[in-house]
């Protein structure tokens, strides 16, 4: 019976865990393990110095320029490490409650451009901005967490969020909140990279507007998928020539303010659901995307 309720504990947590949108669940996967690593091994004596203070001198964000110029690996391995379990349970939790929805949204590149862009962002405010509250060794996911947050609410502004012994609060107010609670307690000196969060933030806003104006926030991922990935090169080639064959028909015909598609426009609206329900949104070429667009306008 034992080993039933195990087993049984173990299969929902993995069903949970493969459930989670596919960045999400690599990031969280990455920064636990790191963190086991670290709490196991960390300890370790190398060259007069404990694993983990060799790993943190090594990885963790120095904002002195010269550093972050020579080191540049320290923008992103930065967001890895956290200094306690609940430096890590809240970052992590965050992350999965409001990443969720924005990657499901946007779609997996977009929102890993997201988080990276808004990690790196909030390390690049910080070297701005370090010769006025210093230059601190920086660890944790917590600016790009922000920046996922502030898509989130960007995205879903009346969302109610749950807080503890609180009513349900709108998802911009919340946000808002912390970005206000950061900005007021800049320089306390209690050891928070506070301009890391409110970088990551502005970042994370950037991004999700341009997403909505139509930037294909994709394009920063697929050159690095190709890497390993040559075949999606060859189709991403063959979908644009396909593309630029199809002859457009402009013969629309309207009622009232709805405009009615004719059977190529409808068959080229197909296509495009059915490559999104395989590929997902990321799947579609800049020209597809802005050719669903320009459909969905007419309805």
């Given at each position: 019976m034992n080993m039933y309720q195990q087993d049984s504990f173990w299969n929902s947590f993995k069903r949970g865990f493969y459930r989670m949108p596919a960045v999400i669940r690599t990031l969280i996967a990455i920064n636990v393990i790191v963190f086991i690593f670290q709490a196991f091994f960390g300890g370790i004596q190398i060259g007069g110095q404990t694993l983990n203070r060799f790993i943190v001198n090594w990885f963790g964000f120095d904002p002195h320029l010269g550093t972050a110029i020579t080191q540049p690996w320290r923008?992103?391995?930065?967001?890895?490490?956290?200094?306690?379990?609940?430096?890590?349970?809240?970052?992590?939790?965050?992350?999965?409650?409001?990443?969720?929805?924005?990657?499901?949204?946007?779609?997996?590149?977009?929102?890993?451009?997201?988080?990276?862009?808004?990690?790196?962002?909030?390390?690049?405010?910080?070297?701005?901005?370090?010769?006025?509250?210093?230059?601190?060794?920086?660890?944790?996911?917590?600016?790009?967490?922000?920046g996922v947050m502030v898509a989130f609410a960007y995205m879903y502004p009346t969302m109610p969020i749950m807080l503890f012994l609180l009513p349900p609060i709108q998802a911009r107010y919340v946000v808002a909140g912390l970005i206000v609670f950061d900005v007021l307690f800049i320089g306390a000196g209690d050891n928070v990279a506070r301009l890391v969060h409110l970088g990551g933030a502005g970042i994370g806003y950037l991004l999700v507007k341009?997403?909505?104006?139509?930037?294909?926030?994709?394009?920063?991922?697929?050159?690095?998928?190709?890497?390993?990935?040559?075949?999606?090169?060859?189709?991403?080639?063959?979908?644009?020539?396909?593309?630029?064959?199809?002859?457009?028909?402009?013969?629309?015909?309207?009622?009232?303010?709805?405009?009615?598609?004719?059977?190529?426009?409808?068959?080229?609206?197909?296509?495009?659901?059915?490559?999104?329900?395989?590929?997902?949104?990321?799947?579609?070429?800049?020209?597809?995307k802005k050719r669903l667009f320009d459909l969905s306008k007419r309805n």
């Amino acid at each position: 019976m034992n080993m039933y309720q195990q087993d049984s504990f173990w299969n929902s947590f993995k069903r949970g865990f493969y459930r989670m949108p596919a960045v999400i669940r690599t990031l969280i996967a990455i920064n636990v393990i790191v963190f086991i690593f670290q709490a196991f091994f960390g300890g370790i004596q190398i060259g007069g110095q404990t694993l983990n203070r060799f790993i943190v001198n090594w990885f963790g964000f120095d904002p002195h320029l010269g550093t972050a110029i020579t080191q540049p690996w320290r923008f992103v391995t930065y967001m890895f490490l956290h200094g306690s379990g609940f430096h890590l349970l809240f970052n992590m939790l965050w992350l999965w409650w409001m990443g969720r929805a924005v990657e499901e949204g946007l779609g997996p590149r977009s929102f890993a451009v997201i988080f990276f862009g808004a990690g790196i962002g909030g390390a690049v405010f910080h070297i701005a901005l370090s010769f006025l509250y210093g230059t601190s060794m920086v660890i944790g996911a917590s600016g790009a967490v922000f920046g996922v947050m502030v898509a989130f609410a960007y995205m879903y502004p009346t969302m109610p969020i749950m807080l503890f012994l609180l009513p349900p609060i709108q998802a911009r107010y919340v946000v808002a909140g912390l970005i206000v609670f950061d900005v007021l307690f800049i320089g306390a000196g209690d050891n928070v990279a506070r301009l890391v969060h409110l970088g990551g933030a502005g970042i994370g806003y950037l991004l999700v507007k341009a997403h909505y104006s139509g930037v294909d926030l994709s394009k920063f991922v697929r050159p690095i998928e190709r890497i390993w990935n040559p075949e999606l090169s060859k189709s991403f080639s063959s979908s644009k020539k396909k593309e630029k064959r199809k002859k457009k028909n402009k013969n629309m015909y309207s009622v009232s303010d709805v405009e009615i598609l004719d059977e190529e426009e409808v068959s080229d609206l197909d296509e495009i659901l059915e490559k999104i329900s395989k590929h997902g949104y990321d799947g579609l070429t800049s020209e597809e995307k802005k050719r669903l667009f320009d459909l969905s306008k007419r309805n």
